[in-house]
């Protein structure tokens, strides 16, 4: 029976807070998620006239830090994974830290530097297509292929949120049409040696379900300790806390994701054709009565 990888994706959702990156990661193992992700940043790369660069520096990731994560994950039986900003990025991950696997962010996908040395380095990449064109992808692909790394391709819309409608509290909702989950099957389709998942960025759990339902063999879905404390850091003046959390699940949220990936695993079972005991009994009573 199928087992579909779930990536707990915390991004910025740890505010620069080594105590809620914690809980984080032990929320994300309490799920049943098979990895708990973060994104490096590089802090000497953030441009001076980004305006979001007191924010990145916040939770950009300090060698310290990619420890301390790397010894929690370790506690809590939930594997680590981290989106290098840069190939700098990914080779103190590879040499400092000794990782085998890596996540690939969209926006970082069109570094040629980076897709070499981890199409070199690491034994299992995990690659997000948004932005890109099916002729850009292949290229990409290309390049892990001659490596034979064990690759995902994840389809991705980069929008945060997909589907950017707001209600009155700034909170975004799904938008069915801007999902386009048939893109991700065409990804199987154009490139059948890799695997297939889908990175989401709406608000909810319906878009991953789907997916999984459509064959998707990993889920990458953002975690928030509190989806609103964006708002309320706003209003209370404490600042500004990224854009991620109103895309991502709360804790309860997360747990009730994952019992419905594995029960859809379930109605779908093992890929072998066979006939349930009930059948069976009826056959003999049902068969040639009519």
């Known amino acids: 029976m199928r087992k579909t990888i779930v990536i707990a994706e915390i991004g910025e959702c740890w505010n620069g807070d080594r105590d809620q990156a914690k809980k984080l990661i032990k929320i994300a193992a309490k799920a049943g998620c098979g990895y708990v992700k973060f994104q490096t940043l590089d802090r000497d790369t953030i441009r001076e006239d980004d305006p979001e660069k007191e924010w990145f520096l916040k939770v950009a990731l300090s060698e310290d830090m990619i420890g301390f994560i790397v010894r929690e994950a370790a506690k809590n039986k939930i594997l680590p994974l981290f989106t290098p900003a840069n190939v700098k990025k990914a080779k103190m991950l590879k040499e400092r830290f000794r990782c085998q696997e890596i996540k690939i962010a969209s926006s970082v996908a069109h ?117 609103k404390a964006p708002l309320e850091a706003y209003e209370s ?54």
């Open 111 to 227: 570094n040629k530097e980076t897709i070499k040395y981890c199409s070199e380095n690491f034994e299992t990449v995990f690659l997000s297509t948004g932005m890109s064109s099916l002729s850009e992808i292949k290229k990409m692909v290309d390049h892990f292929e001659e490596r034979r790394v064990n690759l995902y391709l994840l389809h991705c819309i980069s929008e945060y949120p997909t589907g950017p409608l707001l209600d009155k509290k700034g909170l975004a909702s799904l938008s069915e049409d801007d999902v386009h989950l048939d893109m991700m099957l065409i990804l199987k389709e154009k490139f059948p040696t890799c695997r297939i998942g889908y990175s989401d960025h709406t608000r909810g759990l319906l878009a991953c379900i789907c997916a999984v339902a459509a064959g998707a063999e990993v889920i990458e879905k953002h975690i928030t300790l509190d989806r």
């Open 237 to 290: 003046g404490k600042g500004y806390l990224g854009t991620d959390h109103v895309l991502s699940l709360e804790p309860e949220e997360l747990i009730d994701m994952v019992k419905q990936i594995r029960r859809v695993e379930k109605i779908f079972g093992e890929r072998k054709w066979v006939r349930t005991e009930g059948e069976k009994m009826l056959k003999d009573f049902l068969v040639g009565r009519f």
